[in-house]
Nanobody, 129 residues
Framework: QVQLVESGGGSVQAGGSLRLSCAVDGFLHGSHCMAWFRQAPGKEREAVASIYGSRDMTYYADSVKGRFSISQDNAKNTVYLRMNSLKPEDAAMYYC??????????????????????WGQGTQVTVSS
């Protein structure tokens, strides 16, 4: 079992930046597949970014490539999502997700929300135009 606690959400103007944090209650292992998802009102939960620390591999949704960056700090048991050049369409509840001790994070990324077993409660991001 692992618990995920997100923080760092808030309100920013378009073009601004935020850094979300996901604190992992337990050991953040390099073979965990960690991800950020988001869900706007009335929309499906969509994958934003994922990281597989042991192989230094990252995955991004096309809509955030070049603007968002996912990273992890195993010593702090924390996964980050740095969001730059925020747009109004980035506004959503952002969720941290995890799948433990996987061999291929890409498989889980490709399955979207069905690829991850553990979820945090979310942190709200609001972007004003």
């Amino acid at each position: 079992q692992v618990q995920l606690v997100e923080s760092g959400g808030g309100s920013v103007q378009a073009g601004g930046s935020l850094r979300l944090s996901c604190a992992v209650d337990g050991f953040l292992h390099g073979s965990h597949c960690m991800a950020w998802f988001r869900q706007a009102p009335g929309k499906e939960r969509e994958a934003v970014a994922s990281i597989y620390g042991s192989r230094d591999m990252t995955y991004y949704a096309d809509s955030v490539k070049g603007r968002f960056s996912i990273s992890q700090d195993n010593a702090k048991n924390t996964v980050y999502l740095r969001m730059n050049s925020l747009k109004p369409e980035d506004a959503a509840m952002y969720y941290c997700a995890a799948e433990l001790l996987v061999l291929n994070c890409g498989d889980h990324w490709s399955r979207g929300r069905n690829g991850f077993s553990y979820w945090g409660q979310g942190t709200q991001v609001t972007v004003s135009s």
